[in-house]
T-cell receptor, first 112, second 115 residues
Framework: GDSVTQMEGPVTLSEEAFLTINCTYT??????LFWYVQYPGEGLQLLLK?????DKGSNKGFEATYRKETTSFHLEKGSVQVSDSAVYFC???????????FGAGTRLFVKA | EAGVTQFPSHSVIEKGQTVTLRCDPI?????LYWYRRVMGKEIKFLLH????????ESGMPNNRFLAERTGGTYSTLKVQPAELEDSGVYFC?????????????FGNGTRLTVT
């Protein structure tokens, strides 16, 4: 079945460092891909999405490109801030289905 | 617009007791989902309502879990009797059309602890 694998955390970075969180997926068909973020004490919220191959999703300085050839959707940010400390979830929603499938989440700590 | 709300935010119960979780989706969202995250692992799908009908309940762990959405508005998820392995964070989410490009809007979750 469909699945999402993302790098294990926690990831600890200093402020202004470059961030990459790896995400790969397994799916038949043509899924949409998402990154969600969960800040402490809150629910998940959509960070960005891409609906077809080679699309780039971006928001709040974060970017991810839908790579069908490598079945990947890695999250990147050029300069992280302390306020980016959160748990990040990669997810997919496949064609013909109604449910979104999530990875295990990657916790990010950013130190001042 | 008001977001997805869940109640309670935390619940601590003893093994064998019953707990009912409630979710109020965003008004007008026909699609309502329940998910669960256990021990920092992946967020697992439990079930999906379209209005008051269960579209997919393939993720429900066993018959101790019962979800309802009477009238197609709020939903409840009852666990009876609760077991230790039911502990985790239960998330509710809603979306407008349920399609592959449609993002989910999440509540803050209910943290359930079974002792």
């Amino acid at each position: 079945g469909d699945s999402v694998t993302q790098m294990e955390g926690p990831v600890t970075l200093s402020e202004e460092a470059f961030l990459t969180i790896n995400c790969t997926y397994t799916a038949t068909g043509y899924p949409s891909l998402f990154w969600y973020v969960q800040y402490p004490g809150e629910g998940l919220q959509l960070l960005l999405k891409a609906t077809k191959a080679d699309d780039k999703g971006s928001n709040k300085g974060f970017e991810a490109t839908y790579r069908k050839e490598t079945t990947s959707f890695h999250l990147e940010k050029g300069s992280v801030q302390v306020s980016d400390s959160a748990v990040y979830f990669c997810a997919l929603h496949n064609t013909g289905g109604f449910k979104t499938i999530f990875g295990a989440g990657t916790r990010l700590f950013v130190k001042a | 617009e008001a977001g997805v709300t869940q109640f309670p935010s935390h619940s601590v119960i003893e093994k064998g007791q019953t707990v009912t979780l409630r979710c109020d989706p965003i008004s007008g969202h026909d699609n309502l989902y329940w998910y669960r995250r256990v021990m920092g692992k992946e967020i697992k799908f439990l079930l999906h309502f379209v209005k008051e009908s269960k579209q997919d309940e393939s993720g429900m762990p066993n018959n101790r879990f019962l979800a309802e959405r009477t009238g197609g508005t709020y939903s409840t998820l009852k666990v009876q009797p609760a077991e230790l392995e039911d502990s985790g964070v239960y998330f509710c989410a809603s979306s407008q059309d349920g399609g592959r490009g449609s993002p989910l809007h999440f509540g803050n979750g209910t943290r359930l602890t079974v002792t």
